[in-house]
């Protein structure tokens, strides 16, 4: 089967740093991808790793280990406007030709003053 | 604005009703993706079109099908509505279609359809 495996809450301070794990079991993989979603809004894609290693795109990074089917979002100098879920997604292994993304349950972030 | 067009917006009807939800895929993107999102659950993934041709199959009901028509816009048909299919519904878009060497298929998703079956 396929599985994501992410908390569902995490809460931190504004300006801090605040790490989001993942763990997936999936077949046939082609990358960690991550996903914000603001309250009732549309997600919106923040990151992606193929490879092992860390990626940075500002304020945002995200790792992946392929031998521990684990990756990280890492999320510096926090700001209120962090507030939100957060998802990690994996190619869906009912894709069959396709390319559709399973994602994990969410982590909601709450960023606090 | 993402580019992804989803009509209705909202929408509240009775248990066995049925509705469509449509969607206009961003300029360029070929893939069309729904997923359901309920309270409290992740994004669950439905199907997927590409170029008219379905290419994966998720959680989907029987009672609920899906099509995309030659100008790439896709329809999401929901029949004898149960209150369990109350969710937020999201088309999402992308240029991809299948794997390919350059990496990341990203999904560019509308602003739903917020579903209420009553």
């Known amino acids: 089967g396929q599985s994501l495996e992410q908390p569902s809450e995490v809460t931190a301070v504004e300006g801090a740093i605040v790490q989001i794990n993942c763990t997936y079991q999936?077949?046939?993989?082609?990358?960690l991808s991550w996903y914000q979603q603001h309250d009732g809004g549309a997600p919106t894609f923040l990151s992606y790793n193929a490879l092992d290693g860390l990626e940075e795109t500002g304020r945002f990074s995200s790792f992946l280990s392929r031998s521990d089917s684990y990756g990280y979002l890492l999320l510096q100098e926090l700001q209120m406007k962090d507030s939100a879920s957060y998802f990690c997604?994996?190619?869906?292994?009912?894709?069959?030709?396709?390319?559709?993304?399973?994602f994990g349950k969410g982590t909601s972030l709450l960023v606090t003053p | 604005d993402s580019g992804v067009t989803q009509t209705p917006k909202h929408l509240i009807t009775a248990t066995g009703q049925r509705v469509t939800l449509r969607c206009s895929p961003r300029?360029?993107?070929?893939?069309v993706y729904w997923y359901q999102q309920s309270l409290d659950q992740g994004l669950q993934f439905l199907i997927q079109?590409?170029?008219?041709?379905?290419?994966a199959k998720g959680n989907i009901l029987e009672r609920f099908s899906a099509q995309q028509f030659p100008d790439l816009h896709s329809e999401l048909n929901l029949s004898s509505l149960e209150l369990g299919d109350s969710a937020l519904y999201f088309c999402?878009?992308?240029?991809?279609?299948?794997?390919?060497?350059?990496?990341?298929?990203?999904?560019?998703f509308g602003a739903g359809s917020r579903l209420t079956v009553l």
């Open positions: 079109y590409y170029n008219g041709e379905e290419r």
């Open positions: 300029s360029g993107d070929l893939s």
């Open positions: 997604a994996v190619r869906s292994s009912n894709s069959n030709s396709g390319y559709a993304l399973n």
């Open positions: 999936t077949s046939g993989f082609y990358g």
């Open positions: 999402a878009s992308s240029v991809q279609g299948a794997p390919s060497p350059s990496g990341a298929n990203v999904l560019t």
